[in-house]
């Protein structure tokens, strides 16, 4: 489970910004926390989106939680010696340019709260930290300070061989996970199983060889007024050289972009998902994708991993949920992970969004609400909705639309923009 999550010049996240899934104080409706005994108040957030202008910082902040993830998973991995360090610091600033890049983060994994981060440069990473609280008790797991580590009693294993091994373009942790430390490893697996990115439709379809389509997804489908009632599987027997051909794609892809990346075919057979519609006489259909619609299409794309956070109470994060996509099906996906049912595991969705529509819908709390604004100088911040007066209520799309939250690109109406063609 996730508590919070704070970055330093990322991108147009120049100054220190904090997204936090702690439940408040509010007395909306609390059906929909999740139980943490980790946290004071014991209650954490399903679900949390973020509004804001085009441009806002909004895909920045999704941004960086992608960029955290890749450097615990791939850093000691991926990277070579020399290599330096992959990031994106606010270039609107001299200083900030100059200056290091900050990610850290506090979770749950075993009934135990951690709090990780790092700092990078450039070249390395010049800090890095991990701390536990088994029964709320701070306890040091080690320390990094460029490239001189201290370790806490309570980290047993090859710490010290493992941070000889350690690249200064490398995480500690990533180092460890791969050298099978078993603290270390199961850390790195609350990352490995954070979804950041959507499933493309080529690596649904190539997952597809080994297991058939969620039949939840189908049902999600039908709820959502697609016309798809069912889906079936097409193989199709690939030449010798086609599925050398995508091997060596893969591996050209997985360096240039210093994460893995799976090709569209592999092995002996490509997978074609298609897709069943009742048509007249009850006959059934079969669609291949590519004849779907864009709302289809996406949706598939976000609820084969979304299926699976649930099932493993692990996190989502979705960049323009709304994009291609209905309010009742953007307020559907909210439902699975603010329902006690279908999210029996603690699963938390982060998501960003334009639909201001979603601001009425009974699966979100007034907390669950963040704000995206940029200042003058081209800096992002975040904050959340609880920063304002509001009632149950008040008509929360009216008051962002009005301006009463900022996070909007003016408060006038939209004939007086000083727009000149």
């Known amino acids: 489970m996730l508590l919070r999550f704070s ?63 890749n450097a615990v998973l791939h850093s000691h991995r991926e990277g070579t010696p020399g290599g330096g360090v992959p990031r994106n610091p606010f270039l ?105 990115d959507e499933r493309q439709l080529h690596e649904l379809e190539a997952g597809l060889a080994d297991e058939p389509l969620d039949p939840r997804v189908i049902e999600f489908l039908k709820a959502a007024g697609t016309g798809i009632i069912g889906s079936r599987i097409r193989r199709v027997n690939l030449p010798d050289n086609v599925s050398e051909l995508q091997h060596v794609i893969g591996g050209v892809f997985s360096k240039f972009l210093n994460q893995p990346f799976q090709a ?44 699976q956070t649930l099932d493993k109470g692990s996190v989502m994060v979705l960049d323009e949920l709304d994009a291609s996509l209905h309010t009742q099906a953007c307020e559907m996906i909210f439902a699975l992970f603010s329902s006690p049912t279908t999210n029996n595991k603690g699963a938390q969705l982060i998501a960003t969004t334009h639909d201001t529509n979603l601001l009425r819908s009974p699966h979100l709390r007034r907390d669950q609400v ?21 009632r149950k209520s008040d008509n929360l799309a009216r008051g962002y639309l009005q301006g009463r939250y900022g996070a909007i690109p003016f408060a006038r109406p939209v004939s007086d923009a000083p727009v000149t063609l």
């Open 7 to 69: 970055v330093t010049n990322h991108r147009s996240l120049r100054d220190r910004q904090e997204i936090s899934l702690v439940a408040s104080s509010l007395d909306d409706d609390p059906a929909s926390l999740i139980d943490c005994r980790q946290v004071p108040d014991r209650k954490l957030l399903p679900a949390l989106v973020v509004y804001g202008a085009n441009a806002s910082g909004k895909s920045n902040l999704v941004d960086a939680m992608r960029w955290m993830r």
């Open 92 to 196: 609107l600033d001299p200083a900030a340019a100059a200056a290091s890049s900050r990610a850290d983060i506090d979770f749950v994994v075993d009934d135990v709260r951690y709090h990780y981060g790092f700092e990078a440069t450039e070249a390395a990473f010049t800090a890095e930290w991990l701390f536990a609280f088994p029964h709320d008790r701070r306890q040091v797991l080690f320390e990094r300070d460029g490239s001189t580590f201290q370790f806490g009693r309570h980290l047993k294993g090859r710490n010290h061989i493992i941070s000889d091994l350690t690249r200064p373009n490398s995480l500690f942790l990533s180092a460890a996970a791969q050298n099978g430390h078993d603290d270390m490893t199961k850390l790195s697996q609350y990352f490995q199983d954070i979804t950041v």
């Open 370 to 390: 963040w704000l995206a604004e940029k200042d003058a100088e081209g800096a992002s911040h975040l904050y959340p909705l609880t920063q304002f007066r509001t």
């Open 264 to 307: 569209p075919w592999t092995g002996k057979q490509a997978t074609f998902l298609q897709l069943a519609h009742k048509g007249a006489g009850e006959r059934l259909t079969y669609f291949e994708l590519a004849r779907e619609s864009d709302g289809t299409r996406r949706l598939l794309m976000i609820l084969v991993p979304l299926f």
